[in-house]
């Protein structure tokens, strides 16, 4: 194909059009990959509630259930923290072949507990993104701990601080926005050291949050958890209404 | 040059490239990196995860890596396959683009030579990490945009494209070659009559910069499997960006040689070292994969750069000008950056490096009554500084008597601290 003005269209126009495909194909694609169920307002009392004794069978859930690429809203009080180079193990015997594997798979079935929960969710891909709404010190410390990261920035919904490019947002009640998708929503116990039921139930219905499945997670046997805290979760259940 | 001993010089030259790639290959100790390349690329397929190592890097490694672990299992080949490959099939290309640039076969040749025997080039050739694509595909490229000069077919400027894609979709510095080489088309294509105004802009503008972001953006779709949208591709972008522009090492504080300014000065090093043991309960073994420039080759860089300046705008000649500005649109970038950046960014760099010292020697030696004798002098002395640098390179550098105690009191000055326990002693 010679370079002509007919061969400049015959080269240009494939490329373009096949761009412009390529960008459209991978966008739909990406958003088909995301396994949102039939949603509503959170607050409804129709949304799908589980209640859960312990974070990791929060996760245990999803994976049951395939949820994929979604928005997690996190409400804790604070984020669980986790150290993943701690996980990331270069063996000292390192021999042809190679013993390689999928490193989320080795995660998955060695390290979920109560704190990894979250990391693990984001790294299996059942969280494209996870916005967390924790309690105003959390959200002062997070804004402090992260004031010189090399990305860190102030977005719609709250303070955008990404790992290894995963989108993390950080907020806190007063801040929370409606998110633009159906969500799934995760209430640990420990949010309401901070909080009230009643507040929580407020604000989801101001920011008209929409959910397909809300898990509510007692943190059984963490110490750290007050009994008030787990009885005023009881009381958002009730206060949400029917769903189950 | 007669073009069947030109071809021939050329076999020889990469043959030499090959065995010095793929000797004790298979027997030498796999470094953490080499590890975590299989892991991240397992990783990036299966999970659309960017990482766990260099995750601010586009993910080209992963796929193509991933492709060799699927084809021809986790042994060497599957893991440092491709940095095998391309590190060989750069002597050849230096070779066509130097004949093209430079209008000499001799500096064409040798210019491969430096990239055959240059233990920078060795060592990563030898790595599972994906320096050495820096190397290969904006050379390709190259290549390719040259051919389609001389056939006016757009089939080869869209292979150029491509091939962009391809090389920014290993690393952004590739971006800079891009750059250098729109310009030089367009200046080459100036006197095209049978193609002027939109035609030229219209097909530059699909093949140079539509075709490289979409070759880019595809190799993202492992990502987009995890449910993302096209609106959420930028913030990515953005944070690999942050990442790479402040990069200083992953944790720990970057040691080393690591300041660009003196590349092309003195001697400089790439270190890598790690423990390895052969099985579980055996002692472990300190590794010291060492590459150190060759002065015969580095150090002459920027005299020829400015000699390539100096006779391309005395000369016009748009070869010798192109290819100063490659260089110098590739490093000026690393040498501004004001932080440290380690050796193996050179890679962006040391092509254009080395056909520039490649011409500069052909200058010297050509016309002269004592040409060849000064040639195979220059020759000589480069090949034998190869000779204890190669050792070095492969990491056998410990085994060898004398040797081995020069390498421990290296480590221990570049790192600043204390040599590992178990890593030998300084005498």
């Known amino acids: 194909m010679q370079a002509t003005p007919r061969g400049s269209l015959l080269i240009a126009v494939p490329i373009l059009l096949a761009a412009l495909c390529a960008a459209w194909g991978m966008d739909r694609y990406g958003k088909s990959q995301r396994s949102v169920r039939a949603a509503g307002p959170a607050v409804s009392g129709a949304v799908r509630r589980v209640v859960v004794p312990d974070p990791a069978e929060a996760f245990k859930l999803w994976r049951k259930e395939h949820q994929r690429g979604r928005t997690v809203l996190f409400f804790g009080r604070a984020w669980p923290k986790v150290q993943p180079d701690a996980f990331l193990e270069v063996p000292e015997v390192r021999n042809y072949p190679l013993p390689l594997s999928n490193y989320v798979t080795f995660l998955e079935e060695r390290v979920l507990d109560r704190s990894t929960f979250l990391f693990l969710a984001t790294e299996t891909g059942i969280a494209r993104r996870v916005v967390a709404v924790v309690s105003e010190p959390a959200f002062q410390a997070a804004q402090e701990a992260n004031r010189t990261a090399k990305h860190q920035e102030t977005v719609a919904e709250g303070l955008l601080v990404p790992y290894m490019g995963f989108p993390r947002i950080f907020t806190t009640l007063k801040g929370l926005s409606s998110p633009e998708e159906p969500v799934l929503v995760y209430v640990a116990a420990d949010f309401f050291q901070g909080s009230s039921a009643d507040e929580l139930k407020r604000r989801l219905a101001e920011a008209g949050v929409l959910s397909d499945l809300i898990v509510l997670c007692e943190q059984a046997g963490d110490p750290e958890v007050s009994e008030g805290a787990r009885r005023e979760l009881a009381r958002f259940a009730m206060l949400l209404g029917a769903g189950g | ?427």
Request: glycine residues 8%.
């Open chain 2, 1 to 427: 040059m007669e073009e069947r001993n030109f071809r021939r010089w050329l076999l020889g030259i990469v043959v030499l490239a090959l065995l010095l790639r793929v000797a004790w290959l298979a027997s030498q100790p796999v470094s953490p990196d080499d590890y975590m390349v299989g892991v991240s690329a397992i990783n990036y397929l299966e999970n659309g995860q960017l990482g766990p190592t260099m995750w601010n890097h586009p993910g080209l490694r992963n796929l193509l890596v991933y492709a060799s672990l699927q084809l021809l299992g986790s042994g060497v080949l599957g893991i440092k396959g491709w940095s095998l490959l391309f590190g060989i099939l750069t002597t050849p290309l230096l070779a066509l683009i130097g004949r093209r640039l430079l209008k000499s076969d001799l500096a064409a040749l040798l210019a491969a030579f430096f990239w055959a025997v240059d233990t920078l080039s060795i060592d990563f050739s030898r790595q599972g990490i994906n320096d050495v694509y820096l190397a290969f595909f904006p050379l390709l490229a190259i290549l390719l945009a040259c051919r389609f000069l001389e056939t006016r077919n757009l089939w080869w400027l869209a292979g150029s494209g491509a091939a962009f894609g391809l090389g920014i979709a290993s690393k952004w510095s590739v971006l800079f070659q891009l750059l250098a080489s729109g310009g030089y088309l367009l200046y080459e294509v100036r006197s095209w009559r049978d193609w002027g105004g939109f035609s030229r802009i219209i097909a530059f503008f699909a093949t140079l910069i539509v075709l490289p972001a979409l070759v880019y953006l595809i190799t993202f779709l492992p990502w987009f499997g995890r449910g993302y949208s096209l609106s959420e591709w930028p913030q990515l972008q953005k944070s690999m960006y942050l990442e790479t522009a402040h990069h200083t090492r992953y944790g720990r504080p970057i040691t080393g040689d690591h300041d660009p300014l003196v590349w092309f000065l003195r001697p400089v090093t790439f270190e890598d070292t790690f423990f390895i043991t052969s099985r579980p309960g055996e002692e472990n073994r300190f590794v010291v994969l060492l590459a150190v420039t060759n002065p015969c080759i580095w150090l002459p860089t920027l005299p020829a750069v400015g000699f390539l300046l100096w006779r391309g705008a005395r000369r016009r000649e748009a070869g010798l000008l192109f290819l100063a500005a490659l260089f110098v649109l590739s490093y000026l970038p690393i040498a501004a950056a004001g932080r440290a950046i380690w050796l193996n960014t050179a890679f962006a760099v040391t092509p254009y490096a080395f056909l520039a010292v490649a011409f500069l020697v052909q200058r010297v030696v050509s016309d002269r009554k004592n040409g060849r004798v000064l040639l195979a002098g220059y020759l000589g002395l480069t090949l034998l500084l190869t000779v204890p640098l190669y050792p070095l390179a492969i990491g056998e550098g410990l085994r060898i008597p004398h040797m081995d105690e020069l390498i421990l009191r290296y480590f221990k000055a570049i790192e600043g601290s204390d040599l590992p326990k178990g890593a030998g002693e300084v005498k």
